[in-house]
């Protein structure tokens, strides 16, 4: 029950440490009336008032437009609703965190590099930096498991397929009794987690990842009453196993973030036994393509990781790299339909997503939010269809090569 107490404008500012301005400001919007106004014709203040006000405060803090809470203040939306919002902001959030920690290390890169020479090189710390700036959004994306996270929700809530992909990788891979398994990139574990009961108990399986905060989701997926499971924090270029001793390896949706897939396939070939498997994966020219329009025609200008990741690793020149190193590589394409419904599950996505598409709609936002809801809305059935394509490429260790 509120007391009797009343505020003036510059009192209920003061109480929140907020400007007269800001106050005024909401009053203009409409999303925080005054409970009435003195003999002079001043705006009075409630206590009621003021719990809005910093109900009001705590949401911008947490990033959420004025409308959104407008729609919350007017009893517009529901529970669901609100955590989907602020779903989107952590998602947006946690994007610009990953960009600073990939900025934080190209600054530390290039101070090593430039303090290892005795002169100031610029050719040399130019071109340095140039590449860590080309790669910064493999970088990015692999950084934590925030997108690995949103991707893998999209894909498991909105597939066409009931299987899913992570269950035909699985129907698709030799397991058989006292392997020694490898996941190098195992993401968050969903793989194994998708799969617990058809895991053989004799199989001993390492889990590996380059980012601790992944390999601790991983963790949280893996039950601790199966000990046949190993956790590895590694640098995919210099794996801490010793020669030959896996008996398949499996690197889903990880070499194209790798960036250097070369030297990582001559550690692959060095820790897998004769006559073991590797089984990888890779994206297809096709993939995301309805959902890379959709986006450039918002602004051409945003970029779309998909196209590095395929000059990176993609079929072609995936399959002519494993050659180098393996027998028989042969390979089966996935294929399924998302169909999305929810603008918001859509943009949790998006604003996860690695590159420039945050600085781009910073400040429209709201815009490009109504943008994406309208084009769900106006779709048919009311859906937004992304078509999804993945290959999965296997091969065997015959060849005999020199790794020195």
Not at 20 to 30: L, M, Q
Not at 285 to 314: C, P, R, W, Y
Not at 344 to 366: A, H, V, W
Request: aromatic letters at 10%; one cysteine or more; hydrophobic letters at 40%.
């Amino acid at each position: 029950m509120h007391s009797n107490k009343f505020y003036s404008t510059g009192e209920l500012a003061k109480n929140v440490n907020v400007s007269v301005r800001t106050v005024r400001y909401y009053d203009s919007k409409g999303i925080l009336k005054p409970t009435g106004y003195n003999e002079a014709g001043h705006r009075i203040y409630s206590e009621a008032d003021l719990l809005k006000l910093k109900r009001i405060l705590a949401f911008k803090f947490l990033g959420l437009s004025l409308d959104e809470i407008m729609s919350i203040e007017n009893g517009e939306v529901v529970k669901d609703d609100v955590v989907k919002s602020l779903h989107l902001q952590r998602s947006i959030i946690q994007n610009k965190i990953n960009y600073m920690k990939v900025m934080l290390d190209a600054i530390n890169e290039a101070e090593a590099n430039i303090a290892s020479n005795k002169e100031l090189d610029w050719q040399n710390s130019f071109t340095a930096i140039n590449l860590l700036e080309e790669d910064k959004e493999l970088r990015q994306h692999y950084i934590d498991g925030a997108n690995l996270n949103a991707e893998v929700k999209l894909k498991e809530n909105f597939s066409s397929d009931k299987e899913g992909w992570y269950n035909w990788v699985f129907q698709h891979i030799h397991f058989f009794e006292n392997a020694n398994i490898l996941e190098l990139g195992c993401g968050n574990g969903i793989l194994w987690s998708k799969n617990l009961k058809a895991i053989n108990p004799k199989m001993s399986i390492v889990l590996a990842e380059v980012s601790t905060e992944i390999l601790n989701e991983a963790r949280k997926r893996i039950p601790p009453t199966l000990p046949n499971f190993h956790f590895e924090l590694v640098v995919p270029e210099h794996l801490p196993f010793p020669n030959e001793c896996f008996d398949i390896v499996i690197a889903n949706h990880f070499l194209f973030y790798t960036r250097h897939v070369e030297t990582v396939l001559t550690e692959i070939y060095r820790v897998l036994k004769k006559g073991g498997h590797f089984y990888c994966s890779t994206i297809d020219q096709d993939s995301m393509n309805e959902l890379e329009t959709l986006i450039k025609e918002f602004d051409s200008k945003i970029s779309f990781v998909k196209s590095k990741l395929i000059e990176n690793f993609g079929v072609t020149i995936g399959k002519k790299m494993l050659t180098k190193y393996f027998n028989n590589v042969n390979y089966l394409t996935y294929k399924e339909r998302l169909v999305i419904r929810d603008s918001k599950e859509l943009l949790e996505y998006i604003y996860s997503m690695p590159g420039n598409i945050l600085e781009l709609i910073e400040s429209r936002k709201k815009d490009f939010e109504n943008y994406i809801e309208n084009r769900i809305a106006n779709s048919y059935n009311h859906e937004f269809s992304i078509t999804n394509v993945s290959v999965l490429l296997e091969c065997e260790k015959n060849k005999r090569l020199s790794l020195n």
